[in-house]
T-cell receptor, first 111, second 112 residues
C-alpha cells in the first residue's frame, strides 16, 4: 500500500520562509513531486526529486531523503500569491502511470 | 500551446443519466489519467492509461469507465451517475514515468 502524510494547514507572513513536510510509505518508489494548487484551479508542477538532496528553483526548493521516506518544500520570500494548497505526490515507477497524492497543505500567507 | 483540454467545465445532472467528460491532450503524451478531488480526501486516481488501448484501474474506479482509442483522447464515462460521484474531476497527461502530470482545468460535476 501507500501512505502519504503532510500537514493540513500552515500560516506564515509575507517575506518569511516556510517549510512544508511530507512523509511517504510506498512500494516501488521512483520519485517525489510537489504541485501547487490555487483554489478552484488545476494543480501545477513545482518540482520533482529522484535523488537524495536539495533541488533549488528560484524561491522554491525541494528536498528528498529516500532512506527516511521524507521530503520537504521550502518557500522563501513568501508573497501573498503563494497562498495555495501544496500537494506532495509519490511516483511509483514500478506501476507506470500511478502517481499518489497526499491530501495537500493549505498555506495562508498574511501581510 | 501545450495543454490538456477537458469539457465541460461545469455539469449538473440527475441520478442515472449517462454522461461523458471528454479529455484531449496535444502533447503526444503516452500516459493519461483521471483524478477526482474531494474536500479532505485530496486527489484520488480513478483510471489511468499507459498507451492506446492500455488502461488500468486506479484507487476509486467503481462507477466509472474509460477508453483510449486514440493517443490524444481519454474520455471518462459515468454510465449511471449517483450523488456520491459529485466531485471535481481532473484529467491529466504525462510524457513518461519521470515526468510530472499536466492537468486539465477541471470539471465540476454535481449529481442530484
Amino acid at each position: 500500500g501507500q501512505n502519504i502524510d503532510q500537514p493540513t494547514e500552515m500560516t506564515a507572513t509575507e517575506g518569511a520562509i516556510v517549510q512544508i513536510n511530507c512523509t511517504y510509505q510506498t512500494s516501488g518508489f521512483n520519485g517525489l513531486f510537489w504541485y501547487q494548487q490555487h483554489a478552484g484551479e488545476a494543480p501545477t508542477f513545482l518540482s520533482y526529486n529522484v535523488l537524495d538532496g536539495l533541488e533549488e528553483k528560484g524561491r522554491f526548493s525541494s528536498f528528498l531523503s529516500r532512506s527516511k521516506g521524507y521530503s520537504y518544500l521550502l518557500l522563501k520570500e513568501l508573497q501573498m500569491k503563494d497562498s495555495a494548497s501544496y500537494l506532495c505526490a509519490a511516483d511509483r515507477g514500478s506501476t507506470l502511470g500511478r502517481l499518489y497524492f497526499g491530501r495537500g497543505t493549505q498555506l495562508t500567507v498574511w501581510p | 500551446e501545450a495543454q490538456v483540454t477537458q469539457n465541460p467545465r461545469y455539469l449538473i445532472t440527475v441520478t442515472g443519466k449517462k454522461l461523458t467528460v471528454t479529455c484531449s491532450q496535444n502533447m503526444n503524451h503516452e500516459y493519461m489519467s483521471w483524478y477526482r478531488q474531494d474536500p479532505g480526501l485530496g486527489l484520488r486516481q480513478i483510471y489511468y492509461s499507459m498507451n492506446v488501448e492500455v488502461t488500468d484501474k486506479g484507487d476509486v474506479p467503481e462507477g466509472y469507465k474509460v477508453s483510449r482509442k486514440e493517443k490524444r483522447n481519454f474520455p471518462l464515462i459515468l454510465e449511471s451517475p449517483s450523488p456520491n460521484q459529485t466531485s471535481l474531476y481532473f484529467c491529466a497527461s504525462r510524457a513518461g514515468p519521470n515526468y510530472g502530470y499536466t492537468f486539465g482545468s477541471g470539471t465540476r460535476l454535481t449529481v442530484v
